[in-house]
């Protein structure tokens, strides 16, 4: 799914603008003097962006009726093939400007600056209100947003920190490979024609966790115990519930305590019991004074404690809602 952006105006609107005017179609009127030599392009207006439709509720209607929740991406893919490699819509209650480019996509990075503004998944932002939960940065803006992302940057981005989880996941990795050659060996001509969609989230989740919690769920064994099959669960079931809950109205959903709405809540309440399952156990191997060793990415915050508890808590659980989307949703 290419990038979106939520934009009303202001630097970031004026960068896509000032796109729009240097890639726009010829004009077939009489041609005019050429502009002196560097003169800089007119800033189209933000309604010069190219649109799909106008309707935001007939978009939605439409979307539903073609099943398109489930192959948004392709959607997203067609709307680019027609309007270009930037266009805004409108569907339901969201609404934005998706970019597919990476050099517009740098563009409007560089003019949001330091403080850049997310999209905002209502849903979700909901769910920590309801909960008293705090914010990680998939939901945080402005002053919050740079705080926490400048802490999380050296144990999640730096090279240093990389390099501290990178054995976790090849862990990961080398019984993914050993579990699909057992798997071979016992078909009865050596070979394996097999819809991997299933492994690979599990493969993706066993992943992510590992490097984040320090603990295997045991996703790739035969029979996963029913504590990992209810996280897994969870994780799904808050993946799939997000996207329609992009374009609904979360209030008239919680208010007619709807069964999307219920799913979506319970889903996320088993995620964030896990992480505390997690950090209940971190600190016991913390109290029986052990030797350190590195165990993940969340009891190495833990234990520098430069983020308060219950941020830690919020942006691990989003990091385990964005591992999983970025490495198997692209699916």
Known sequence: MGPC??????????QLCRHLSSSAAPSLTAP????????????????????SGRSAWLNLYRVWRSDGFRRFH???????QRYGPIYRETVGTYDCVNVLLPQDAAQLFQAEGIFPRRMGVEAWVAHRHLRNHKCGLFLLNGEE???DRLVLNKEVISPAGARKFLP????????????????VQRSPRCSLTVDLYHDLFRFTLEASTHALYGERLGLLEESPNA?????????????QTTLPLLFLPTRLLR?????????HIHAWDTIFQHAD?????????????????????????LLQAELPLDSIKANITEFTAGGVDTGWDWM
């Open 168 to 183: 976790l996941l090849d862990t990961v990795a080398r019984d993914f490979t050993a579990l699909m050659h057992r798997r």
């Open 227 to 239: 504590e990992s099959q209810r996280f897994i669960s969870a994780v799904k079931t808050m993946l």
């Open 255 to 263: 208010w007619a305590n709807h069964r999307l709405w219920r799913e």
């Open 277 to 301: 399952k997690c950090i209940q156990h971190i600190y016991q191997e913390f109290c029986l004074g052990q030797p350190h060793k590195y165990s993940g990415i969340m009891a190495e915050l």
């Open 32 to 51: 005019t003097a050429p502009e002196p030599p560097g003169t800089p392009e007119p800033t189209l207006p933000y309604e010069a962006i190219p649109r």
């Open 5 to 14: 952006s939520r934009l009303w105006g202001g630097p970031a609107a004026r």
């Open 145 to 147: 947003w740079r705080a």
């Open 74 to 80: 392709h959607i997203m893919q067609g709307n680019f």
